[in-house]
């Protein structure tokens, strides 16, 4: 069993490394640590300071061994310990993908021998796909070619002499040339065996992906990521959507199916609905008869059937593909329905996903018109989206009431009345406004006058309680920049927004936005236009001018970024049944899923054919234009046994026959022949003595 060279083991160390750093985002964080730190310790310094060095002496053997038993035994015990606290189970994705990993650096306590790499290095492959459980995007999908590409090469040099072995061969006196040469194209060789692997798994990995046929999983995974919630959250204080704004993150992507974009002012993609306000924060109403949800394929409720009044229009088909939130609330245009069990419409009309999205997932979506939305306003609801605290903000009340009077308690006319207001006040829309303490609606309003979207849909909404008119905050998305392939919109944090909606008998729920009064390039343009003609919403001074370049320069990347990870969503991840379908019968007029198995093996074996071909043909004995005609002659001899061995060289060989009487003369003929041709070096030509060889053989009997 052969010992590994200190190189060896930190270079395996180096592969664990790659294998263990995808997974930091789903493991728990003592198990990150751990992992880093057990990696770190099978280091070739720091492990001989650790176990010391293990040599000839049966002795040291035995204390390095126990040393490392021990302390793999600590480790391994107390990984379960972990695994069973953090999730309670040693069964599921999160517990098994834990257990793999324990498993994996209980090994590396092992690694004294070159069979231990290969155990090693065959259970990262394993714990490479599990990424796969987790996420399925691009940059996953690169970072796990390129570790298994380091596995695979890893497991290459494991087959390539070592220098132990060749100084044994020296020892065994084979020449210090050869030797030489083998350390120089050791390296080479590794890196074309890994290249040959490489070229003949890709074609078969096509063949596989194009016409192996999808089929439905024989069963589904509930990943339950402990991952950190991104985007929107369901509660709003000042700052917080203006923080989101200064970041060019992909929030969703939408995908119309007429390939006929909506007009910008019109993309607000509603998703929570803030019902209940503290004088600081907005969050959802509390009220359970708000919780009621109309699922997709689901018998309407009455609420649903009786609120809304459609119009006679074809609604708008389009996809919503969401980047993972870690929260079920989705956003889309008014008035969203969705197309499958996926999402259900919420009593607020807002969608909501039947789980949390943890992975990017694709919804279909119809976007409905409608004249009314809760046209009959009930009670219970109308009690509910007037609330405020009591005695706050007293400049606000008194501002709602003079203005409510002005416009002669007339609910519209007043909502107008105060968007007018809004846009002559002289308002400041920033992603940096001053902090405010207190009666925030108060000083916003009546002090700084600087503030964000959630600002001005906070005082807002607050005015128009205050006058005794219905209203709620609604928080979401607003425009999106179109996409590079002009189909689809990208919607981004920096799109996130906040506006009010306000209840008016006659017409039900009917949208405001004060911001499209202080900041109308807002809504018009979309947010990235805006922060271009306007750096100094980023803030005053070197600092904000920081900010705005470091987002402009991030933002640019991050949308190729993004586009590339969309196409590999598109064409690759959501490769499902139907697209394959759609592709095979375009392409290659497939209608039977037979003939695409046919066609699949055919393929296969067609390549099969190929590498073996090639490998036959560069694998075949070559000889010496001279030697041809002897090989003839000599398989013409072998019936009578005297036919060239393996052993013999030609001119031997020509010997031997010439003691046999009756080919005497010719073997000698042969034998100046070819001495002449190889050996004199005359300056004779080749092809005429080949020539004559040839005609010797022929008349040889």
């Given at each position: 069993m052969?010992?590994?060279?200190l190189?060896?083991?930190?270079?395996?160390?180096?592969?664990?490394?790659?294998?263990?750093l995808?997974?930091?985002?789903?493991?728990?964080?003592?198990?990150?640590?751990?992992?880093?730190?057990?990696?770190?310790?099978?280091?070739?310094?720091?492990?001989?300071?650790?176990?010391?060095?293990?040599?000839?002496?049966?002795?040291?053997?035995?204390?390095?061994?126990?040393?490392?038993?021990?302390v793999?035994?600590?480790?391994?015990?107390?990984?379960?310990?972990?695994?069973?606290?953090?999730?309670?189970?040693?069964?599921?994705?999160?517990?098994?993908?834990?257990?793999?990993?324990?498993c994996?650096?209980?090994?590396?306590?092992?690694?004294?021998a070159?069979?231990?790499?290969?155990?090693v290095?065959?259970?990262?492959?394993?714990?490479?796909?599990?990424?796969?459980?987790?996420?399925?995007?691009?940059i996953?999908?690169?970072?796990?070619?390129?570790?298994?590409?380091?596995?695979?090469?890893?497991?290459?040099?494991?087959?390539t002499?070592?220098?132990?072995?060749?100084?044994?061969?020296?020892?065994?006196?084979?020449?210090?040339?050869?030797?030489?040469?083998?350390?120089?194209?050791?390296?080479?060789?590794s890196?074309r065996?890994?290249?040959?692997?490489?070229?003949?798994?890709?074609?078969?990995?096509?063949?596989?992906?194009?016409?192996?046929?999808?089929?439905?999983?024989?069963?589904?995974?509930?990943l339950n990521?402990?991952?950190s919630?991104?985007?929107i959250?369901d509660?709003?204080?000042?700052?917080?959507?203006?923080?989101?704004?200064?970041?060019?993150?992909?929030?969703?992507?939408?995908?119309?199916?007429?390939?006929?974009?909506?007009?910008r002012?019109?993309?607000?993609?509603?998703?929570?609905?803030?019902?209940?306000?503290?004088?600081?924060?907005?969050?959802?109403?509390?009220?359970?008869?708000?919780?009621?949800?109309?699922?997709?394929?689901?018998?309407?409720?009455?609420?649903?059937?009786?609120g809304?009044d459609?119009k006679k229009?074809?609604?708008?088909?389009?996809?919503?593909?969401?980047?993972?939130?870690q929260?079920?609330?989705?956003?889309?245009?008014?008035?969203?329905?969705s197309?499958?069990?996926?999402?259900?419409?919420?009593?607020?009309?807002t969608?909501?996903?039947?789980?949390?999205?943890?992975?990017?997932?694709?919804?279909?979506?119809?976007?409905v018109?409608?004249?009314q939305?809760?046209?009959?306003?009930?009670?219970?609801?109308?009690?509910?989206?007037?609330?405020?605290p009591?005695?706050?903000?007293?400049?606000?009340?008194?501002?709602?009431?003079?203005?409510f009077?002005?416009?002669?308690?007339?609910?519209?006319?007043?909502?107008?009345?105060?968007?007018?207001?809004?846009?002559?006040?002289?308002?400041?829309?920033?992603?940096?406004?001053?902090?405010?303490?207190g009666?925030?609606?108060?000083?916003?309003?009546?002090?700084?006058?600087r503030?964000?979207?959630?600002?001005?849909?906070?005082?807002?909404?607050?005015?128009m309680?205050?006058?005794?008119?219905?209203?709620?905050?609604?928080?979401?998305?607003?425009g999106?920049?179109?996409?590079?392939?002009?189909?689809?919109?990208?919607?981004?944090?920096?799109?996130?927004?906040a506006?009010?909606?306000?209840?008016?008998?006659?017409?039900?729920?009917?949208?405001?936005?004060?911001?499209?009064?202080v900041?109308?390039?807002?809504?018009?343009?979309?947010?990235?236009?805006?922060?271009?003609?306007?750096?100094?919403?980023?803030?005053?001074?070197?600092?904000?001018?920081?900010?705005?370049?470091q987002?402009?320069m991030?933002?640019?990347m991050?949308?190729?970024?993004?586009?590339?990870?969309?196409e590999?969503?598109?064409?690759?991840?959501?490769?499902?049944?139907?697209?394959?379908?759609?592709?095979?019968?375009?392409?290659?007029?497939f209608?039977?899923?037979?003939?695409?198995v046919?066609?699949?093996?055919?393929?296969?074996?067609?390549?099969?054919?190929?590498?073996?071909g090639?490998?036959?043909?560069?694998?075949?004995?070559?000889?010496?234009?001279?030697?041809?005609p002897?090989?003839?002659?000599?398989?013409?001899?072998?019936?009578?046994?005297?036919?060239?061995?393996?052993?013999?060289?030609?001119?031997?060989?020509?010997?031997r026959?010439?003691?046999?009487?009756r080919?005497?003369a010719?073997?000698?003929?042969?034998?100046?022949?070819?001495?002449?041709?190889?050996?004199?070096?005359?300056?004779?030509?080749?092809?005429?003595?080949?020539?004559?060889?040839?005609?010797?053989?022929?008349?040889?009997?």
């Amino acid at each position: 069993m052969r010992s590994i060279h200190l190189s060896a083991r930190n270079a395996l160390m180096l592969t664990q490394l790659m294998v263990v750093l995808p997974h930091i985002g789903h493991l728990p964080s003592w198990l990150t640590f751990l992992s880093i730190l057990v990696v770190l310790s099978q280091l070739s310094w720091i492990h001989q300071k650790i176990f010391g060095a293990a040599d000839s002496s049966s002795q040291k053997t035995n204390q390095h061994k126990t040393r490392q038993k021990i302390v793999q035994s600590v480790v391994f015990l107390g990984g379960m310990f972990g695994i069973f606290q953090s999730y309670h189970t040693f069964v599921g994705v999160d517990a098994g993908t834990a257990f793999l990993m324990i498993c994996l650096l209980g090994k590396l306590f092992e690694v004294n021998a070159w069979r231990d790499i290969y155990v090693v290095l065959t259970f990262n492959l394993f714990i490479t796909a599990a990424q796969f459980l987790f996420d399925q995007d691009l940059i996953t999908a690169i970072w796990a070619a390129c570790t298994a590409l380091a596995i695979l090469l890893a497991m290459v040099k494991q087959n390539t002499p070592s220098s132990e072995q060749l100084e044994s061969q020296q020892a065994s006196f084979v020449q210090e040339s050869f030797i030489q040469k083998n350390h120089q194209l050791m390296g080479y060789r590794s890196g074309r065996v890994l290249g040959l692997i490489i070229i003949q798994a890709v074609p078969l990995m096509v063949i596989l992906f194009i016409f192996f046929p999808r089929m439905p999983p024989l069963w589904t995974l509930h990943l339950n990521q402990g991952q950190s919630q991104t985007g929107i959250s369901d509660s709003m204080s000042p700052g917080d959507i203006a923080d989101l704004s200064q970041s060019s993150e992909l929030a969703f992507r939408a995908i119309f199916d007429d390939g006929q974009l909506p007009p910008r002012s019109s993309l607000y993609w509603r998703g929570l609905v803030l019902g209940s306000f503290d004088g600081r924060t907005w969050r959802p109403s509390s009220d359970p008869q708000l919780k009621s949800i109309a699922m997709g394929g689901k018998p309407a409720p009455s609420w649903l059937m009786n609120g809304l009044d459609f119009k006679k229009t074809e609604p708008k088909q389009y996809q919503l593909i969401m980047e993972p939130t870690q929260q079920p609330w989705l956003f889309a245009l008014d008035l969203p329905f969705s197309m499958d069990s996926q999402a259900g419409l919420t009593r607020e009309y807002t969608l909501r996903a039947d789980d949390a999205v943890v992975l990017q997932t694709t919804f279909h979506l119809y976007q409905v018109d409608v004249n009314q939305i809760d046209v009959e306003l009930p009670d219970w609801l109308a009690k509910d989206t007037l609330q405020l605290p009591i005695g706050t903000n007293p400049k606000a009340r008194a501002l709602a009431t003079k203005l409510f009077a002005s416009a002669q308690h007339n609910p519209e006319v007043y909502a107008n009345a105060l968007m007018a207001w809004y846009r002559h006040e002289h308002f400041i829309y920033t992603l940096k406004p001053p902090t405010l303490d207190g009666d925030r609606i108060d000083q916003f309003l009546f002090n700084t006058k600087r503030g964000f979207c959630e600002h001005y849909a906070s005082s807002f909404t607050f005015l128009m309680r205050a006058a005794g008119v219905p209203a709620r905050v609604v928080v979401g998305y607003q425009g999106g920049q179109v996409g590079r392939d002009g189909k689809t919109f990208e919607i981004r944090q920096m799109d996130a927004h906040a506006w009010s909606e306000v209840w008016l008998a006659g017409r039900g729920w009917v949208r405001f936005d004060p911001t499209a009064m202080v900041a109308p390039e807002r809504v018009r343009q979309g947010m990235d236009a805006l922060t271009a003609q306007d750096p100094t919403m980023f803030g005053s001074g070197l600092a904000g001018s920081l900010r705005y370049n470091q987002f402009r320069m991030l933002g640019r990347m991050r949308a190729w970024v993004d586009y590339a990870k969309y196409e590999w969503q598109q064409k690759v991840v959501g490769f499902d049944e139907q697209n394959q379908e759609n592709f095979l019968f375009k392409m290659f007029g497939f209608r039977s899923q037979m003939m695409q198995v046919w066609i699949m093996f055919g393929a296969f074996i067609s390549v099969l054919l190929v590498v073996v071909g090639i490998m036959w043909w560069r694998r075949r004995p070559i000889w010496h234009p001279l030697d041809a005609p002897l090989i003839r002659l000599s398989k013409r001899l072998e019936k009578q046994d005297l036919a060239r061995q393996a052993h013999e060289g030609v001119l031997h060989w020509l010997a031997r026959l010439e003691h046999i009487p009756r080919y005497q003369a010719q073997a000698k003929t042969l034998a100046e022949i070819y001495s002449r041709a190889r050996y004199a070096n005359d300056g004779g030509d080749m092809k005429i003595e080949q020539k004559a060889l040839w005609r010797v053989v022929k008349l040889w009997r």
